[in-house]
């Protein structure tokens, strides 16, 4: 059975900077495409970024390009999201999400991806 762990969020001051970490088990990690999304209140959940299997391709939405990074260590099964500069706007419930398939090419649709982790609230004052 797939898991998924977030870890890292909490409150910051805008400009500030924090670091996600997801854990994952129950999956060959290292064959799997991996993804960071969020929701606000009252929103529907969005996608942040992604990377491939390997960890050579990284994606972004527009709204965090330049300021957030995605990562991976593969040899301890964990994704991480750099987060820095952070704004208000970025206040959400953040999600970790694995790929359904393995290998393939880097995906930014919810549909795409068949674990999620249970979220950790970032919130960022203003």
């Known amino acids: 059975q797939v898991q998924l762990v977030e870890s890292g969020g909490g409150l910051v001051q805008a400009g500030g900077s924090l670091r996600l970490s997801c854990a994952a088990s129950?999956?060959?990690?290292?064959?799997?495409?991996m993804g960071w999304f969020r929701q606000a209140p009252g929103k529907e959940r969005e996608f942040v970024s992604a990377?491939?299997?390997?960890?050579?391709?990284?994606y972004y939405a527009d709204s965090v390009k330049g300021r957030f990074t995605i990562s991976r260590d593969n040899a301890k099964n964990t994704v991480y999201l750099q987060m820095n500069s952070l704004k208000p706007e970025d206040t959400a419930v953040y999600y970790c999400?694995?790929?359904?398939?393995?290998?393939?090419?880097?995906?930014?649709?919810?549909?795409?991806?068949?674990?999620w982790g249970q979220g950790t609230q970032v919130t960022v004052s203003s």
């Open positions: 129950g999956l060959t990690f290292s064959s799997y495409g």
């Open positions: 990377i491939s299997y390997s960890g050579r391709s990284t």
């Open positions: 999400a694995a790929r359904r398939l393995t290998y393939g090419n880097i995906a930014d649709t919810e549909s795409d991806f068949g674990s």
